[in-house]
């Protein structure tokens, strides 16, 4: 949790605080997941669904996801703490401060809030720590020969390339069955099949099949940037496919989807300009390498039944 994520946390805690009332917090310790000695529990997973819920594009939150990314941020801590890679306390409390004056602008009892949610006021000053340790740790071990490099392999996601883009899009409605994703992978399969063999075009098939707005003008999305613009696994799709090429079908949050791209205007952003962008790309790709490695060596559990 950044700075951005303790206005998201005040946030929902208002939120929260609006809507219980002055009633007592139900208890919510049961334990959905252990990773080695350390828990997690139920109380947790309800904040960060919250927390995803305020967050920009991020689609509807899913609870399993949480679990499993709740599990990677333990799995990091121990990692750090490892390492030894320690967040001055002073930084800490400075944040906690500014939380803390913001809770009480909003004439809200930081303390009482954190219990309505069932979480703790060491849990919260933990989200503080770890993405700020996570970016000491990444900073030290990237050099600058590899910030060049990663910023010349992904050129155009940092320098502001955009890139006309037509999608087409099958939604899979929050709760729907397992295989309600792998139909619609295979219907956009056959339609992916009729276009590239030119008997259908790309804006007819989105007028006739998508479950966008934008299927009235074909799926045109217009120009984007690969930042901000479009769903992240969207976004990747509609970078790496070639010009006048159709993507391969490609699950977002939202749904399933086809993704054309009509043209490319180039950027002109230096790597100076975009360096914070690919420091935080790189430290993204290194806790996705770093957590795949530290599942094969952890003990894992998941009670049954949830």
């Known amino acids: 949790m950044t700075r951005g994520r303790c206005g998201l946390f005040l946030a929902i805690a208002i939120g929260a605080a609006s809507a219980a009332g002055d009633e007592a917090p139900a208890s ?3 334990v959905v997941a252990t990773v080695d000695r350390s828990e997690i529990t139920a109380a947790e997973v309800e904040v960060r669904l919250l927390l995803s819920e305020q967050a920009e594009q991020t689609g509807r939150p899913d609870r399993e996801a ?5 599990i990677d941020r333990r799995l990091i801590r121990a990692f750090l703490t490892q390492k030894g890679v320690k967040v001055p306390d002073d930084l800490i409390e400075l944040q906690w401060t500014k939380l803390e004056e913001a809770a009480a602008a909003g004439k809200l009892d930081l303390a009482k809030v954190l219990s309505r949610l069932g979480y703790t006021e060491k849990a919260l000053k933990d989200d503080l720590r770890l993405p700020l340790a996570w970016t000491s740790y990444v900073k030290k071990q990237t050099t600058d020969d590899q ?3 990663f910023f010349g392999d992904h050129k155009n996601h940092f320098d502001g390339t955009t890139r006309h883009v037509r999608h087409l899009v099958v939604i899979v409605p929050e709760g729907a069955p397992v295989d309600a994703w792998s139909k ?9 099949g009729e276009i590239t063999a030119g008997k259908i075009s790309f804006a007819d098939a989105a007028k006739a099949n998508s479950d966008s707005p934008t299927k009235e003008s074909g799926g045109d999305l217009g120009f984007v940037h690969f930042h901000g613009d479009l769903a992240p696994p969207v976004a990747e799709a509609a970078f790496a496919t070639k010009l006048k090429n159709v993507s391969e079908p490609v699950r977002s949050p939202f749904g399933v989807h086809l993704v054309m791209v009509e043209e490319e205007r180039a950027g002109d952003i230096s790597l100076e300009d975009a360096r914070a962008d690919v ?12 957590t795949q490695e530290l599942r094969k060596k952890a003990k894992i559990t998941r009670p049954a039944g949830r």
């Open 28 to 30: 919510n310790s049961a």
């Open 279 to 290: 420091l935080e790309a790189i430290a993204q790709s290194m806790w996705a390498q770093q």
């Open 147 to 149: 910030v060049r490099k």
């Open 184 to 192: 619609a992978e295979a219907r956009l399969n056959e339609l992916r």
């Open 66 to 70: 949480i679990i499993e990314d709740l």
